[in-house]
């Protein structure tokens, strides 16, 4: 039987990162979403069909015949729906954040709970082939102990409109680098301790967000991640993640999905590329880099709702990443060193 799904927010992203996705998945069936925009309604009946029911309100697509949804609205709705969509029995994939505060994280694992029902973040790096090979070179001790990670990325600006809202995204980090934290706490699978940051807005005056930022977190054992984020380079760079261990280092870029690993003894490097296995399913951002993993993703939520397994990104996975980005936001502002502890225990 078809998994009937729905999607709370059929803006630009949700239907070119979602519904197209969604479209070429097995066994799933497409039957609602909820745009304000009448062009929007009728971009989404283009790719599903005429017979999908179009809602402006998200909470009609929760009252319609489906038994999954995913939130796609913008950041500060994510609680409130998705938390709306669990009390009515629904599983639930929702886009990164999963809140703007912890409280709201909380929220939300709290009702998925309560409704034994499936939670799952949009962190789709963690399904992203490259980053599948790194995490389990690392996981198979091939650079032995990892010690410290960093994520370098010099790009263009965020998507005009919302997204260049604090109030509606909590910000450049929340909004944007909680995927790159989300890669260090996973392939570290270590709790995050303090958090130490830098940025401004220093050449974009045109937007309330940082235009660029830099962040140290530190991690239980002495490990330690670095991130580097500028959006006033529109050309000239890839995002670059790597990881460096005792016994070797990888270097990963995610443009070029090119790997690299350094042996340390006997020195030896080896480079090649690490495509995913339907590449074509990925799609162009704001500034022209191709964003993949949405698929996988989806798969994986799909198997998850039918299953009931645990999904790779699940909500707890998602509060931990939140904290990061809150106190690297809070050291921004500060200019003190940000305790994660101190971050979680204020509801």
Same mark, same amino acid.
């Given at each position: 039987?078809?998994?009937r799904?729905?999607?709370?927010?059929?803006?630009?992203?949700?239907?070119?990162?979602?519904?197209?996705?969604?479209?070429? &998945? *097995?066994?799933?069936?497409?039957?609602? &979403?909820? =745009?304000?925009?009448?062009?929007?309604?009728?971009?989404?009946r283009?790719i !599903?069909?005429? $017979?999908?029911?179009c809602?402006?309100?998200?909470?009609?697509?929760?009252?319609?015949?489906?038994?999954?949804?995913?939130? *796609?609205?913008?950041?500060?709705?994510? #609680?409130? +729906?998705?938390?709306?969509a669990?009390?009515?029995?629904?599983?639930?994939? #929702?886009?990164?954040?999963?809140?703007?505060?912890?409280?709201? !994280?909380?929220?939300?694992?709290?009702?998925?709970?309560?409704? @034994?029902?499936?939670?799952?973040?949009?962190?789709?790096?963690?399904?992203? *082939?490259?980053?599948?090979?790194?995490k389990?070179?690392?996981?198979?001790?091939?650079?032995?102990?990892?010690?410290?990670?960093? !994520?370098?990325?010099?790009?263009g600006?965020?998507?005009? @409109?919302?997204?260049?809202?604090?109030?509606?995204?909590?910000?450049?980090l929340?909004?944007?680098? #909680?995927h790159?934290?989300?890669?260090f706490?996973?392939?570290?699978?270590?709790?995050?301790?303090?958090?130490?940051?830098?940025?401004g /807005?220093?050449?974009?005056?045109?937007?309330?967000?940082?235009?660029?930022a830099?962040?140290?977190?530190?991690?239980?054992?002495?490990? /330690? +991640?670095?991130?580097? &984020?500028?959006?006033?380079?529109?050309?000239?760079?890839?995002c670059?993640?790597?990881?460096?261990?005792?016994?070797?280092?990888?270097?990963t %870029?995610?443009?070029?999905?090119?790997?690299?690993?350094?042996?340390?003894?006997? =020195?030896?490097t080896? +480079?090649?590329?690490?495509?995913?296995?339907d590449?074509?399913?990925?799609?162009?951002?704001?500034?022209?880099?191709?964003? /993949?993993?949405?698929?996988?993703?989806?798969e994986? %939520?799909?198997e !998850? #709702? /039918?299953?009931?397994?645990?999904?790779?990104?699940?909500?707890? *996975?998602?509060?931990?990443?939140? +904290?990061?980005?809150?106190?690297?936001?809070q050291?921004?502002?500060t200019?003190?060193?940000? $305790? &994660?502890?101190?971050?979680?225990?204020?509801?």
């Amino acid at each position: 039987m078809a998994l009937r799904t729905g999607l709370m927010g059929a803006g630009w992203f949700g239907r070119e990162a979602h519904l197209r996705n969604l479209m070429k &998945i *097995a066994d799933v069936e497409v039957t609602a &979403i909820s =745009t304000r925009s009448d062009s929007g309604q009728q971009a989404a009946r283009e790719i !599903c069909g005429d $017979s999908l029911a179009c809602y402006s309100d998200w909470r009609d697509v929760i009252n319609a015949d489906v038994d999954a949804v995913i939130v *796609a609205l913008t950041n500060d709705q994510h #609680c409130e +729906a998705a938390v709306a969509a669990l009390e009515a029995g629904k599983h639930v994939l #929702c886009e990164k954040p999963l809140g703007l505060s912890i409280s709201e !994280c909380r929220q939300v694992i709290e009702a998925a709970e309560g409704a @034994g029902r499936i939670l799952q973040i949009g962190h789709e790096m963690r399904h992203q *082939a490259l980053y599948q090979k790194m995490k389990g070179m690392v996981t198979d001790g091939i650079i032995g102990d990892a010690r410290i990670m960093w !994520c370098r990325e010099y790009r263009g600006p965020m998507r005009p @409109g919302w997204r260049s809202s604090e109030a509606l995204t909590g910000g450049m980090l929340l909004e944007k680098n #909680c995927h790159h934290f989300d890669l260090f706490n996973w392939i570290f699978d270590s709790p995050p301790f303090r958090v130490s940051a830098f940025g401004g /807005r220093d050449v974009l005056k045109d937007t309330e967000l940082l235009d660029n930022a830099q962040v140290l977190v530190e991690y239980e054992g002495g490990r /330690r +991640a670095v991130l580097e &984020i500028c959006l006033f380079a529109p050309s000239g760079g890839d995002c670059e993640v790597g990881v460096l261990g005792t016994a070797g280092r990888i270097n990963t %870029f995610n443009q070029a999905i090119r790997l690299e690993h350094h042996r340390f003894d006997p =020195t030896e490097t080896t +480079a090649h590329a690490v495509p995913d296995p339907d590449d074509e399913a990925g799609f162009r951002d704001a500034s022209g880099r191709v964003d /993949r993993g949405i698929k996988a993703e989806l798969e994986h %939520f799909v198997e !998850c #709702c /039918r299953t009931g397994r645990q999904p790779l990104n699940d909500g707890h *996975a998602a509060l931990s990443n939140v +904290a990061v980005c809150l106190a690297a936001q809070q050291s921004i502002a500060t200019g003190q060193v940000v $305790s &994660i502890e101190d971050v979680i225990s204020d509801r």
